[in-house]
């Protein structure tokens, strides 16, 4: 949500990006829905059983240990293959896809997928940084072109958006998501699927893939692939709505999570994949599981073989079996038996089918191997990764207005090993970090930018202190034989320290850059504390003590404990992991080219011990918005240590003038709220207006404030803007575990606006029969 000219910079940089992908794709007529719903019915009745079965196996397309051991290839020309996945070699699509087209029976094409989850060669932030951005027209653009240059190169399905709410920052898959709230997640996953897939599904659309179904961020301790338990309310009211908002944006594929969900596997839910996403949502796409999560259901307990896991995978919904192979060897035999009715096996074929023909696979199946390098090297990927990457960062803390840092300084101290490391400024599941990738990103670090934007005149000392390193290794490091380094000696640390030390003392100002790791943040990389990992800290420490003036970078994908940096370090600058273009955007947020706006997705706890921590909780006895309150804990403040929605800027903002087109209204209807912004400062920022409500009374207990609006606005210094926001029957109504049903109900509604969730802008809103 920009403001006119920085939407039309945005929208701009992506026309010229369409218009040259243009030139490059295959253009193929685009084929409706409703003729590929009767061309998918046609093809049905030519198939045989084991072909039908075969658009069902998602096959790997890489031999891996824990992927795959052998090559599609025979099971490709039986016709016994719908997708491929985890191949990314772009003449081996077109091998495959020729064995397909060529030699099959039906010459039904492969639909070929991957993690395409924020950018191809071109890297964007990671999806929670671009969250941050609370723009959602930043992600609709970055994934607009990370789905051209996906489908340039062969990829035409990709498992994104990942749209789990993460309320604990212990579990690693909150950098793919959008954050705690339903809200803002809704308002991210809309435009996800639109960047991927455009307002309908066409010859230049990647299929979005809509992730995990659903729960799968409420893992228990937040352990990945651990069971969650979630009541009913919670699920409608906050797990589900990015799904549904998703679905209702079109996206054409779901995927299953993991874990169980209330004791049932959520890959053999029923009530997930049938009841909610069919029945009442109509969902019209397909579902595929997990990685070999149906062969897994027997692994959970829920099923006594493989040939139970096809059955409950498939009656409760589940259409493609991602890897396991569990229904090419069981689902024919299945169907023969009378146990799956051959309708139930068509059913769950037919979108396949249909998104084939929308995709325009059957007219142009084949990669134009002389043109990938040309779509994947666009300079504009780049300019825009850069934009994107400076919208995304957040500003914790800028005491006595020590940012933006003056071009004149002549000496800089950067620490931390993440300063110039490469493989981490991008975050994980890039593709090259994967699988190799199709070429190279050169990614620019924070130590790379500092001497792009300060050139030659200006020292720079580099002390990188010792390397990172897990405990335990990552999936992602036992597939690439990456073993865990032992951690430094107490001699090393002393040197490191003493070297770190020297540094500072002889600069005018320290930029330090620590963090985690990308393999830290990701699937299977949660953790038990928040700490700075390694000696970072310590580093911190020592530099701060020097008394030259500290700026803390950060690199990161989840919030980490830091409370002694927040209380003695006076700027800290959240950049997560910024993507290719990321240390040049740090660079131009720290010496004032651009200035910060981002604000937080989530609630930043002082201590893992907080966790789960999150702003949209309920009022109980003692609520934390008394005077008198104090804390739940004794021994620490219950508060985060920043708010949900919280960011600085290098200008200041008034939010005035609150007031209801409507104060008083009945159920169904509408009102507008409405507010002045000022730009109160000297140089032009971007403010984002947030609205909170609170229903203080109803059928059950509401959350103390809830997100039902924001928006991102750029204002000019005294610059003055009215806003104006829709309070109506979605924003206003919600599921009650008393009636069963989405209602807004009578009563009366707190209404705020401002700039983080302790807005204090306050006035009311009466809802009638």
């Known amino acids: 949500?920009?403001?006119?000219?920085?939407?039309?910079?945005?929208?701009?940089?992506?026309?010229?990006?369409?218009?040259?992908?243009?030139?490059?794709?295959?253009?193929?007529?685009?084929?409706?829905?409703?003729?590929?719903?009767?061309?998918?019915?046609?093809?049905?009745?030519?198939?045989?059983?084991?072909?039908?079965?075969?658009?069902?196996?998602?096959?790997?397309?890489?031999i891996m240990p824990g992927l795959g051991n052998d090559k599609p290839d025979e099971l490709i020309v039986q016709g016994k293959v719908g997708s491929v996945l985890w191949l990314i070699d772009v003449k081996e699509i077109n091998r495959l896809q020729h064995l397909a087209v060529e030699k099959s029976r039906l010459h039904i094409?492969?639909?070929?997928?991957?993690?395409?989850?924020?950018?191809?060669?071109?890297?964007?932030?990671?999806?929670?940084?671009?969250?941050?951005?609370?723009?959602p027209d930043v992600e609709e653009a970055a994934q607009r072109l990370a789905g051209q240059d996906a489908r340039a190169a062969g990829i035409d399905w990709t498992f994104t958006p990942m749209v789990d709410i993460a309320r604990d920052a212990r579990w690693g898959r909150m950098v793919e998501g959008a954050g705690e709230d339903p809200y803002l997640g809704a308002a991210m996953a809309r435009a996800q699927v639109r960047g991927f897939q455009g307002e309908t599904l066409g010859p230049d659309s990647v299929l979005a893939c809509v992730k995990h179904f659903a729960g799968y961020g409420a893992a228990d301790g937040g352990r990945d692939y651990d069971s969650s338990y979630i009541p009913d309310v919670l699920m409608h009211n906050v797990y589900l709505v990015p799904f549904h908002a998703a679905e209702k944006a079109g996206a054409g594929s779901f995927m299953s999570a993991y874990m169980d969900l209330n004791d049932v596997p959520a890959s053999g839910n029923h009530w997930l994949l049938t009841d909610i996403l069919r029945k009442e949502w109509d969902f019209k796409g397909f579902v595929v599981s997990d990685a070999f999560a149906v062969k897994s259901l027997e692994t959970h307990g829920y099923a006594r073989d493989p040939e139970d896991a096809a059955y409950k995978a498939i009656s409760a919904g589940l259409n493609m079996d991602m890897a396991s192979e569990t229904y090419t060897r069981n689902l024919s035999k299945l169907v023969a038996g009378g146990k799956v009715s051959e309708a139930q096996l068509d059913d769950a074929v037919r979108p396949i089918l249909e998104v084939k023909y929308e995709l325009g696979l059957f007219d142009n199946p084949y990669v134009d191997e002389s043109k990938v390098d040309s779509v994947l090297s666009r300079r504009e990927g780049l300019d825009l990764e850069r934009k994107v990457a400076g919208q995304s960062m957040v500003l914790l803390k800028n005491e006595n207005h020590i940012l933006p840092l003056s071009r004149n300084v002549k000496k800089v101290a950067v620490i931390g090993a993440l300063a110039d490391s490469t493989q981490d400024i991008e975050g994980g599941w890039t593709v090259e970090r994967l699988f190799g990738g199709p070429g190279k990103s050169h990614p620019v670090t924070v130590l790379a930018g500092l001497k792009n934007k300060l050139g030659t005149d200006v020292q720079i000392t580099y002390t990188p202190g010792p390397p990172l390193s897990r405990l335990y290794p990552s999936m992602f490091d036992a597939l690439l034989g990456t073993k865990p380094l032992p951690p430094p000696t107490a001699s090393e640390v002393a040197d490191w320290l003493e070297k770190t030390k020297a540094a500072a003392a002889g600069s005018d100002v320290v930029i330090a850059v620590l963090g985690e790791l990308a393999s830290m943040s990701s699937e299977a990389a949660s953790r038990a504390t928040l700490d700075l990992p390694g000696i970072q800290e310590q580093m911190l420490e020592m530099v701060a003590g020097t008394g030259k003036p500290v700026v803390l970078v950060l690199e990161n994908g989840r919030p980490l404990d830091i409370r002694w940096a927040a209380e003695h370090v006076p700027a800290i600058l959240e950049a997560w992991y910024p993507g290719t273009e990321g240390g040049n955007a740090v660079a131009d947020i720290l010496f004032g080219s651009v200035n910060p706006g981002g604000k937080l997705p989530v609630s930043w706890p002082r201590v893992a011990g907080q966790e789960p921590l999150y702003y949209n909780h309920n009022l109980t006895h003692e609520p934390e918005d008394r005077p008198?309150?104090?804390?739940?804990?004794?021994?620490?403040?219950?508060?985060?240590?920043?708010?949900?929605?919280?960011?600085?800027?290098?200008?200041?903002?008034k939010f005035d003038h609150l007031r209801l087109s409507k104060t008083s209204m009945k159920a169904g209807e509408a009102t507008e709220v409405e507010m002045e912004i000022t730009n109160t400062g000297e140089i032009a920022g971007d403010a984002v207006a947030q609205v909170y409500i609170h229903q203080q009374a109803g059928s059950a207990s509401r959350p103390m404030r809830q997100l039902k609006g924001f928006r991102r606005v750029t204002l000019q210094p005294g610059e003055t803007r009215m806003l104006k926001f829709p309070l109506g029957t979605d924003?206003?109504?919600?599921?009650?575990?008393?009636?069963?049903?989405?209602?807004v109900e009578p009563g009366t509604f707190d209404v705020w606006v401002g700039q983080d969730s302790t807005a204090g802008l306050h006035t009311e809103l009466v809802v009638t029969e």
């Open 628 to 653: 008198a309150f104090t804390s739940r804990y004794w021994d620490i403040s219950s508060k985060p240590l920043y708010p949900f929605g919280y960011g600085l800027s290098y200008t200041n903002f």
């Open 731 to 743: 924003e206003l109504s919600f599921w009650s575990p008393q009636t069963k049903v989405w209602a």
């Open 1 to 62: 949500m920009f403001n006119s000219l920085m939407k039309r910079l945005f929208l701009t940089c992506c026309v010229l990006t369409g218009a040259a992908a243009s030139t490059l794709l295959a253009q193929t007529a685009p084929i409706t829905q409703p003729e590929a719903h009767r061309r998918a019915e046609a093809l049905l009745k030519q198939m045989t059983i084991d072909e039908k079965v075969g658009q069902l196996n998602q096959a790997s397309g890489v």
């Open 109 to 135: 094409p492969i639909l070929f997928a991957f993690d395409v989850i924020h950018g191809y060669r071109t890297v964007f932030p990671v999806p929670l940084a671009m969250a941050s951005s609370w723009n």
